[in-house]
Nanobody, 124 residues
Framework: QVQLVESGGGLVQAGGSLRLSCAAS????????VGWFRQAPGKEREFVAAISGSGMTTTYADSVKGRFTISRDNAKNMVYLQMNSLKPEDTAVYYCAARPSTVLFTTASDYHTWGQGTQVTVSS
């Protein structure tokens, strides 16, 4: 089973960009799908993006489509979330999650392993 560690969060002005990273341990990372989720204070955890084990298939929440890009480098056991044109409503703790699968999932309860999260704050 993999372990996940997120990094790259921070404070950015609206319209700015951040790149989040998710570092995974384990030797069979390519069989795991990885999702990014976020949770704002007082709100439920929501899906942001997911990527297949090969990196060939991705899916996004409508709220981030066209602004965020998920990618992965299996040689480095890394998954990235490039976030552009950030808005104050993107402020949240961002989590990466993983599970072995050939199908992408967009529901948090479908993921087995989670990182500790990284805070993203977008000021207006």
């Amino acid at each position: 089973q993999v372990q996940l560690v997120e990094s790259g969060g921070g404070l950015v002005q609206a319209g700015g960009s951040l790149r989040l990273s998710c570092a995974a341990s384990g030797r069979t990372f390519s069989v795991y799908i990885v999702g990014w989720f976020r949770q704002a204070p007082g709100k439920e955890r929501e899906f942001v993006a997911a990527i297949s084990g090969s990196g060939m298939t991705t899916t996004y929440a409508d709220s981030v489509k066209g602004r965020f890009t998920i990618s992965r480098d299996n040689a480095k056991n890394m998954v990235y979330l490039q976030m552009n044109s950030l808005k104050p409503e993107d402020t949240a703790v961002y989590y990466c999650a993983a599970r072995p699968s050939t199908v992408l999932f967009t529901t948090a309860s479908d993921y087995h392993t989670w990182g500790q999260g990284t805070q993203v704050t977008v000021s207006s």
